[in-house]
Each structure stands twice: as structure tokens, then as C-alpha cells.
């Protein structure tokens, strides 16, 4: 489902572990389809065409966003940014919420899950420009939210990312316009935290 090496020299566009419309009303089907088939494709088709060349040929998607600079960084740095955010996802549920040992690090770190929520929502719709808020674990597993410009990753920074909010328009604007918060409040509906549980036991 995650490709993180390269096939005969190429990367694939992720595929989607849900229906199309599965994520409907928070992100339309239209929405999904251009995020995905028309802006994260294109992402894969130019890292595919800059690779030869560069270095970098072979290396693992994390590798080469530690490594590379510039149009191929840029590239694949959304390549990696988009197939966590997409596999994060599944249908809308109330009173959506993480559990376990997740939960308790959320609630330890933050205080509580509304807390939580309010502060990561904060880094999102603060963000100038493109970019991404994040949370990540850190070495000793100690929870931390950033803003990352761009197509930057918190691996950047040594961090483990576990979650993730696109503040990108093109993440937002068929079905919000310009509400990016009510966009980035609607989204808690479609975090799947087990997905996200999975990933800081890893
Ligand atoms: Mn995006």
C-alpha cells in the first residue's frame, strides 16, 4: 500500500485503501479525485523524470527527502507527505477519537483531546501560505506539533510524523473556498487513529 522503495527506477502513485467517495461529506469525491489523481500524480511523474541523474537513484522515499535539495526534494517530499496524509483516512465517524496508549500520550503532552485538537487546529490555520501541521514523535517518543512550509517533512528534523493536516488549497478550496479552519475541524471526523496508533508504536 506504502511504497517507499523505488520499482525498476520508479515510484507509483499510492493507491487509496478506500472508495473514492468514501470520505464524503468531509472530503468530496471530486476533491479526492483531483488531490490525488491530477496534483499527487503529477508529483510522482516529475520526481520519476528528475531521478536519472540526480544521485539519488534507488534510494528509499525517506532517503531521498533527507538527502535531496531543490525541484527533487520538493517532489518527493510531497510524495511522502501525501501517502501519509491519504492512508490516515477512513469514513466519517462521531465522537471520533484515539484510544490506548496514543490517548494517553496525547492527554499527557496536551492535557486532554479537545486541547489537542485546539492546538493542532491553531498550527493549521496559522500556517502562511502552503504547507503542513503535523504531529510527530520525537527520540524518546515525546508527542510534538510543527508547521512545516512547503513540502517539508518533520523527518527533516529527526522527528517520527504520525498524522497530518494539507493546508495546501488545492487540499481544500472545491468544498471550502477559503474556510481552511472549518476544513481542518471537519477532518477529525476521518482520522483514522488506529492508523496513527500503528504508526507511534512503530
Ligand atoms: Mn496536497
Do not use: C
Amino acid at each position: 500500500m506504502k511504497q517507499t522503495m523505488p520499482i525498476d527506477g520508479k515510484f507509483e502513485l499510492l493507491t487509496l485503501p478506500y472508495a473514492p467517495d468514501a470520505l464524503e461529506p468531509v472530503i468530496s469525491a471530486n476533491t479526492l479525485g483531483f488531490h490525488h489523481g491530477k496534483h499527487l500524480l503529477t508529483y510522482v511523474n516529475n520526481l520519476n523524470a528528475a531521478l536519472p541523474g540526480s544521485g539519488l537513484e534507488g534510494k528509499s522515499l525517506e532517503d531521498i527527502v533527507l538527502q535531496a535539495t531543490g525541484g527533487v526534494l520538493n517532489n518527493a517530499g510531497q510524495i511522502l507527505n501525501h501517502n501519509l496524509y491519504f492512508t490516515q483516512f477512513m469514513a466519517p465517524k462521531a465522537d471520533n477519537a484515539p484510544s490506548g496508549r496514543l490517548a494517553e500520550a496525547i492527554n499527557a503532552e496536551f492535557g486532554s483531546f479537545e486541547d489537542f485538537k485546539e492546538i493542532f487546529a491553531k498550527a493549521g490555520a496559522t500556517l502562511f501560505g502552503s504547507g503542513w501541521a503535523w504531529l510527530s514523535a520525537d527520540a524518546e517518543g515525546n508527542l510534538v506539533i510543527t508547521q512545516e512550509p512547503n513540502a517539508s517533512n518533520p523527518i527533516r528534523n529527526g522527528l517520527r510524523p504520525l498524522m497530518t493536516m494539507d493546508v495546501w488549497e488545492h487540499a481544500y478550496y472545491l468544498d471550502y473556498q477559503n474556510r481552511r479552519p472549518d476544513h481542518l475541524a471537519a477532518l477529525w471526523q476521518i482520522i483514522n487513529w488506529d492508523v496513527v496508533a500503528a504508526r507511534y508504536e512503530e
